[in-house]
C-alpha cells in the first residue's frame, strides 16, 4: 500500500500527464505537426516528467501504481475502438501498429524497480528511451532512404545510426559528467551502450522496443559501470566486431536486418554474460549459414526473421544464464553450449537441406561444438561421455525431427521448437 503523501504525489504526476496530452491535443494542430512527431513529443514528455521520480518517489510502490493508473485508461481506449478518439489520437495516429503507449509506464516502473535507488542508472534508462529512440525514430521517417525489415515493418539504417549517436551521448555525458567514472571509462561505456542498445531497438516492432529498451541500459550498466577500462575497451570493441560481421556478411545470409541484429546482440550477451569462449560456437554457426547460402538460387533463397536467432537462443542461453548466477562452472556450461549448438546446426542442416541425419549430425559438431570443446582439452572422461550422449541425441533428433518442404515457410513454433529439442540434446553436459 502506499501511503496519504505518496498518493497526492501519484496523483499530482498523472494529472501533469493528462494535462500535458490535452495541451498537445489542441496545439498539434495548429502547428501541423504529423502524427509520428506528434507521438514522439509526447514519448519525450513523458520521458522528462519520468526522469524526476527517483527526487518524487523513494520506492517502487507508488511507481508502480502511477503505471497502472497510466495505462489503464490506454487500454481501455484500445477495447473500446476509440484510441484515435480524443486525446488519443495523440498517441495513435500513425497508421502502423503499436503498443509502445501501453508498454511505457510499466517499462518505466520495472526499470525504477531494478535501479534499488541508483537515480544515475535509472535516468541514464529512461533517457535512452524517451531521447535516443524519438531521434532515431525522427531521424529515420525524415531521411531514412537504406530500410532493413524488423519483424513486421522496417526501419532504417539512418534512424539507427541517429538512434545510437543520441544514446552514446544519454549514457557517456551524465557517468563523466557526474563523476561516477572517468572520461576514458564513460566513452568506452557510452560505445557499448550505443551499439547494443540500437541492436536491441533494431530486432524490436510495434512498440515493444519501449518495453525493451530501459531494462536492457540498465542491465549494461550494472554490468560495465564496475569494470576496469581494459575490460570496458575489449567489450565495446567485441560489440562493434560483431556488429561489422553481422553487416558484412549480411548479403551472404538468410536473415533479415533485425535477425542480423539479433545474431550480432545472442553473441555479444553470450560473450558478456558469461565469458568470450561461449562466443565462438555461435560465430561458427553464423559463418556456416554464410557459407551455406551459396548454394541457393537468387529466388530460392529464404530470408529468416528473428524467430531463428530467438531459436538460438532457447538453446543457448540457460547455459550461459547458469554461469551468470554461478550455478554451474564455466567449463560445464561450455560443453553445455557447444552440444546445444552443433544439434541446433544438426537439425537445420537435416529438415532445411535435406542431408542425411549421419551426414547432418557430423557436420553440427564439427563446425558448432569444436570451437568450444577445444577450450576444454584434456578431456576428461566424463567430459568425453557427455560428447558421446550428446552425439547420439543429436543423431537421433536429426533422424525424428519434422522436415520443412521449404524453408520459407518455416513457422515460429518450428524454430522454438527444435531450440528446445537443441537444448534438451545438450542435457547430458550437466553431469559431467
Known sequence: MITGAEFLRVAGVAGLLTGGLAMLQRLAPRMNASAELTRKIVHVVMGVVCMAFPWIFDRPEPVWWLAVLASLPLILLRVSGRGKDGMGSVLHGVARPSYGDVLFAPAVAFVFHLSQGDALFYVVSVSVLALADAAGALAGSRWGRHRYQSGIGWKSVEGSTAFAVSAFLCSALPLACTGRVGWPEAIFIGTAIALLAMMAEGIADRGFDNLILPPVVLLILIRLVPLPLPDLVWRAISAFALLAIAITLAPRTFLNGGALLGAALLGYGCGALADARFVFPLLAVFLWHAAASRKYRAGDVPVYRIDAIISHAISAMPWVLCVTFAKLPAETALLGLS?????????????????????????????????????????????????????????????????????????????????????????FAWWS
Open 339 to 427: 552440444i546445444a549448438s552443433a544439434a541446433h546446426l544438426a537439425l537445420t542442416q537435416a529438415s532445411l537441406y535435406g542431408s542425411p541425419p549421419v551426414v547432418a549430425s557430423l557436420t553440427g559438431w564439427l563446425v558448432a561444438a569444436s570451437p568450444g570443446l577445444l577450450w576444454l582439452i584434456p578431456l576428461s572422461a566424463a567430459v568425453v561421455k557427455a560428447c558421446a550422449c550428446g552425439f547420439a541425441a543429436t543423431l537421433l533428433l536429426a533422424i525424428i525431427f519434422p522436415r520443412t518442404p521449404h524453408p520459407k515457410i518455416a513457422t515460429p513454433m518450428w524454430w522454438t521448437l527444435k531450440g528446445m529439442l537443441a537444448l534438451a540434446a545438450s542435457i
